[in-house]
């Protein structure tokens, strides 16, 4: 049998394959979108406790959302996915998914942004049943840094700046950081962000302070419904395949795990997903992979290209003198 092709490029279980000796469970969080209010509490409490700098009310013009993405600014953002449900193709109630709902249908205006309608008196569907829906659904998602198991921003970072912690997650080291950007254009996710005032690179660190002490991320421990799961990761695993079952026997079949797999083009998240509908949807990549995987033949055919060009040098020159 083959060995797994992304078992080369970066360790496979993090935290021992970094050099530490005796290092506790990997930890991490499951993010169950939902039960995702849209609270953002996430935010507020990442910004208060690792002292983010606030990023201003975007007002998007196309959403609720007032962040947009994950910044250096924002290390958590909560997206707001506004969908239109039309008839026959119902979604669970929110007693069931346990995410808010729009009650009013939702109407066109001038082909810019939908009237979601006003609430209503009663919970989505429950007047014409789940199959006829015809209003909207709002998809809640709190995105965070997937800090993976082949994590590439570790692969190119020249200073060391970015380093795995014992817990197996990715911190960067703001004050070794030179601003040069690769681990930016490295990250598959788009997550890291450079600091306009200061082009350092910032990502969300887990709250690596806070798990040295034994204490929880101050976004899980901030989240009203328990949207923002943490914990070792194996358990979390766990956790969220049953979640999954006990979704797709109340009715929700489009529920699905994503950055779960330790097969996959990352080798696993330390940050996964509970999601409602396809990746792409909620801006996520459906097939990431780490950027650096093909490093080693890329410098391999660099190297017998060099050694042409050498062997063919030296043929022109010998050649000539003869």
């Known amino acids: ?50 002292g983010v700098p606030e990023s201003g009310l975007d007002l998007l013009g196309m959403s609720y959302d007032n962040t947009g993405a994950l910044t250096a600014n924002s290390w958590r953002h909560v997206a707001f996915i506004e969908q239109p449900r039309p008839a026959g193709h119902g979604a669970a109630p929110a007693d069931v998914l346990g995410a808010p709902v729009a009650a009013g249908p939702a109407q066109p205006v001038g082909g810019g942004p939908q009237f979601l309608g006003m609430p209503g008196v009663q919970p989505p569907g429950r007047g014409t049943g789940v199959e006829e829906r015809t209003d909207f659904r709002w998809l809640m998602m709190s995105d965070v840094c997937k ?35 690769y681990c930016i254009s490295a990250c598959p996710y788009g997550v890291i962000d450079q600091r306009k005032d200061d082009g350092r690179a910032w990502k969300c660190t887990l709250c690596y302070d806070r798990l040295g002490a034994g204490m929880t991320p101050a ?10 799961q943490y914990g070792p990761l194996e358990e979390l695993r766990e956790h969220a395949a049953v979640r999954v079952a006990t ?4 009715g929700v079949p489009e ?4 950055g779960h797999d330790p097969n996959d083009g990352v080798g696993g998240d330390g940050a996964f997903f509970l999601l409602l509908d396809e990746p792409e949807v909620y801006g996520l990549p ?8 093909d490093l080693p033949k890329m410098w391999k055919r660099a190297g017998l290209a060099a050694l042409a060009m050498a062997a063919a040098t030296v043929a022109a020159f010998v050649g000539g003198s003869s």
């Open 255 to 258: 529920a699905r795990l994503y």
């Open 1 to 50: 049998m083959l060995p797994d092709p992304n078992s080369l490029y970066g360790p496979l279980d993090p935290a021992p394959e970094a050099g530490y000796e005796n290092a506790p469970p990997r930890m991490g969080f499951f993010t169950d979108t939902s039960v995702c209010i849209g609270c953002k509490a996430c935010e507020v409490a990442c910004k208060e406790w690792n």
């Open 247 to 250: 979704l797709h026997d109340r």
């Open 219 to 228: 976004c899980a421990q901030a989240c009203p419904t328990e949207s923002i």
């Open 286 to 293: 459906p097939d990431p992979v780490v950027t650096t995987r």
């Open 147 to 181: 800090h993976c198991t082949h994590a590439a921003c570790l692969d190119v970072c020249p200073t060391g700046s970015l380093f795995r912690t014992e817990f197996g997650t990715v911190v960067v080291q703001e004050d070794i950081c030179n601003g040069c950007g």
